[in-house]
């Protein structure tokens, strides 16, 4: 591991100050720390925030909830509020990686993860996301775990997280400090970037800004869940996770909020595969047509053309489980 200076920040205007000079900055460190490790982040310095009085859950004047960003994964799935009016992400973080890694990550931290495309970790082969313009390996490579939907030519990798899929399906704002001690508000539907022609630049975030909270709306009415399909029971990544609210108006849907993640990336939401399942009957056949609009620009690569079956039945399976307990 290269050396690093270390910075221990006093407030939040010392760490985004520290951060615009080119500190990176460092809550938890389960992700970061492997990619110094593996060289695949060289930061000339940390600025370590943990110490911040960062680590509340507290209500919001319009019902909501605002979730500091040192909020550990462990804290806030165990919190009863999150448990009772957004079960989903409970369940979200809850199905991430191991009980030891839960009590150390943090809510801001677990939203930056870097992608495990496994040529993003291997310095010794291309990567436009790592170094830009070498090229992306995974193009010509295994793709198993990669993106079917937003995607480039430049990248196909996906975003890892668990907690940000249930978070884009609460249409959570991601509150972010700026150097100048500026406070703005970004949408987590706007908050991450796709690859593009540069896939390096993964969200809006800037030089020196530092994420405070993470905010989310009043609780919706409707029925929630997160359904995860992986290789393993525990301690693996989504090969395609559903995050679903569903209400019932009558024998028909009144509302649909459906968040993907394995498959993109980014944490995917689409409109239009919402809009086709409100106020239609719960049917199988009303599923599938929300699945058909939800696919129809996949693009698989070699090693992963399954995800597109494994999307659409677990789409189905998941607002079959949904709409069935709405409407009991």
């Known amino acids: 591991m290269k050396s690093f200076d270390y910075i221990r920040a006093t407030d939040t205007g010392h760490a985004s100050a520290e951060a615009a000079e080119g500190a990176v900055i460092i809550a938890g460190g389960t992700n970061l720390l492997d990619l110094m490790k593996l060289e695949v982040m060289t930061p000339d310095a940390l600025v370590d925030i943990t110490r911040l009085d960062l680590k509340q859950i507290a209500a919001t004047d319009d019902g909501g909830l605002r979730i500091g960003t040192l909020v550990t994964n462990a804290d806030l799935a165990a919190h009863m509020t999150v448990r009772t009016d957004y079960p989903m992400l409970s369940q979200a973080l809850l199905a991430g990686a191991s009980g030891q890694l839960r009590n150390k990550a943090t809510t801001g931290g677990n939203l930056l993860q870097r992608t495990r495309c496994y040529y993003f970790y291997d310095t010794a082969t291309p990567c436009n996301k790592r170094a830009p313009g070498t ?21 196909i990798a996906t975003h890892p997280s668990d907690m940000a ?33 540069t896939p390096q630049i993964e969200t809006v975030l800037r030089r020196g800004d530092l994420i405070t909270a993470v905010i989310l709306p009043a609780p919706a ?35 649909a909020s459906i968040a993907f993640g394995g498959i993109a990336p980014q944490p995917w939401r689409d409109a239009d595969a919402e809009a086709a399942l409100v106020g239609q009957p719960a049917t199988r056949e009303t599923f599938a047509r929300a699945a058909d609009i939800l696919l129809a620009d996949a ?7 399954f995800k597109v079956p494994l999307t659409r039945r677990t789409l ?10 709405a409407a009991s």
């Not at 189905?316 to 307990?325: E, F, N, S």
């Open 316 to 325: 189905i399976a998941t607002l079959t489980d949904l709409c069935g307990k």
């Open 299 to 305: 693009k698989p690569a070699k090693d992963n053309a």
């Open 221 to 255: 009415q409707g029925v929630q869940s997160y359904t995860k399909v992986r290789d393993r029971a525990s301690y693996a990544f989504a090969m395609v996770s559903v995050a679903g609210r569903i209400a019932m108006d009558g024998d028909r849907i009144g509302q």
């Open 165 to 197: 899929v249930a978070m884009r399906a609460l249409d959570a704002v991601v509150e972010i400090e700026a150097s100048t001690g500026e406070t703005r508000h970004v949408p987590l539907s706007d908050f991450y970037l796709l690859p593009g022609d």
């Open 135 to 155: 090229g992306c390996a995974a193009m010509e490579g295994a793709t198993r775990l990669h993106a079917i939907l937003g995607g480039s030519d430049q990248c």
